[in-house]
């Protein structure tokens, strides 16, 4: 970001002539200022959102707060690692004079953490999928349990794919053309974080927009006995929530992605200050889908702007879990039977008036 000189980072060995040449940051301290205030507020809001999603995870026992709640704390870790170790300590506190292995690590978890903060939409976007196209089988595959399990496994794998990310090229700061590892780790990096979730984006719910409007046609039909069919509206809420959060996310993220690309091919950040302003630029506008979901859930979800009041407000709420459908069923035809056991028990036990015996007999 700011033009400052990096004795330990990768390309520490390049010439003066090469320093003299290195294109410079344009906005000088503007990304500062902005990361520091969307670390302000983006914290703050996402604890809120975190507090105000555990009390509805715990109240109605559904795998969609789960997803959230991996979503928001995987948006957490990106705003810690990526902006304010990446961005703030390093650049603009210790000008990123520090250790080699220091700066590889750190990298190695920002690219983790991006990586959680996107693939955690992706069991959100399949769940919704099965819910409105498969409800009978969301009934018995979407459950927390499970829900915390995928969660596990993507945070692994996002761990995981964070490792190669280690040999990662500062942009800003090396000189030469970009050589085959560091084309094979932006690829893996497009791919990984932009490519793949939004062809997966794209595909379920462009599925789910047809099934939606497959029931709107049907709901302006009338059945056999006259009634019309409706559709359910928390699921038309959850889905709104959904399209919003992936579109949101390939919105502010596609101008990375492009100028990335763009380095790679045509023209690279260290020589070019107009690639230098766009990647920049790119970077602030990226890393503003950390903060933005808090506001997303409250424009849709009026559980989730109820749960937000309560928090803030310093009420409790009802924070006992609701039983499932299926164990309020057995329950209600537990009583039932109670019920009509206990009355042919006292129809046993009565005693028949004269009149009646004679009729019974």
């Known amino acids: 970001m700011i033009d400052w000189h990096n004795g330990t980072a990768p390309g520490q060995q390049e010439d003066e002539r090469s320093a003299q040449e290195r294109s410079e940051c344009v906005l000088a301290y503007i990304p500062v200022i902005y990361y520091?205030?969307?670390?302000?507020?983006?914290?703050?809001?996402?604890?809120?959102?975190?507090?105000a999603l555990y009390r509805l995870a715990v109240r109605t026992q559904k795998a969609l707060y789960v997803y959230l709640l991996a979503l928001t704390g995987s948006d957490i870790l990106s705003q810690l690692f990526i902006i304010f170790v990446g961005f703030l300590l390093e650049t603009a506190v210790f000008h990123r004079d520090v250790p080699v292995l220091l700066l590889r690590s750190?990298?190695?978890?920002?690219?983790?953490?991006?990586?959680?903060?996107?693939?955690?939409?992706?069991?959100?976007?399949?769940?919704?999928?099965?819910?409105?196209?498969?409800?009978?089988?969301?009934?018995?595959?979407s459950y927390p349990a499970r829900a915390r399990r995928i969660i596990a496994?993507?945070?692994?794998?996002?761990?995981?794919?964070?490792?190669?990310?280690?040999?990662?090229?500062?942009?800003?700061?090396?000189?030469?053309?970009?050589?085959?590892?560091d084309t094979a780790l932006i690829w893996t990096h497009v791919t990984i974080i932009y490519f793949l979730p939004c062809c997966i984006f794209l595909v379920l719910n462009s599925l789910i927009i047809l099934r939606l409007r497959k029931r709107q046609r049907q709901q302006m039909c009338k059945d056999e006995s006259g009634q019309h069919l409706a559709l359910p509206g928390k699921l038309g809420k959850t889905t709104a929530m959904l399209l919003a959060v992936t579109s949101v996310f390939a919105i502010l993220w596609a101008p990375r992605t492009g100028v990335v690309l763009y380095h790679l091919y045509v023209s690279s950040v260290h020589n070019d200050w107009r690639v230098h302003l766009a990647y920049d630029l790119a970077n602030m506008l990226a890393m503003l889908n950390t903060a933005v979901n808090f506001f997303l859930y409250c424009f849709v979800s009026k559980p989730f702007r109820a749960a937000v009041r309560d928090v803030l407000l310093f009420r409790g709420g009802?924070?006992?879990?609701?039983?499932?459908?299926?164990?309020?069923?057995?329950?209600?035809?537990?009583?039932?039977?109670?019920?009509?056991?206990?009355?042919?028990?006292?129809?046993?036990?009565?005693?028949?008036?004269?009149?009646?015996?004679?009729i019974k007999m």
């Open 36 to 51: 520091s205030a969307l670390l302000c507020v983006g914290v703050p809001v996402n604890i809120l959102t975190l507090v």
């Open 106 to 141: 750190v990298s190695m978890m920002e690219f983790s953490a991006n990586h959680a903060s996107i693939w955690a939409t992706v069991p959100l976007t399949v769940d919704r999928y099965v819910a409105l196209c498969h409800p009978l089988l969301h009934r018995q595959i």
């Open 153 to 181: 496994v993507v945070f692994t794998l996002a761990l995981a794919s964070g490792v190669p990310f280690f040999w990662w090229s500062d942009m800003w700061r090396v000189s030469h053309a970009p050589n085959n590892l």
């Open 318 to 358: 009802p924070l006992h879990p609701r039983r499932p459908l299926h164990q309020q069923r057995n329950a209600a035809n537990a009583s039932t039977s109670s019920i009509s056991s206990t009355k042919r028990f006292q129809r046993e036990i009565t005693p028949l008036s004269p009149k009646r015996a004679d």
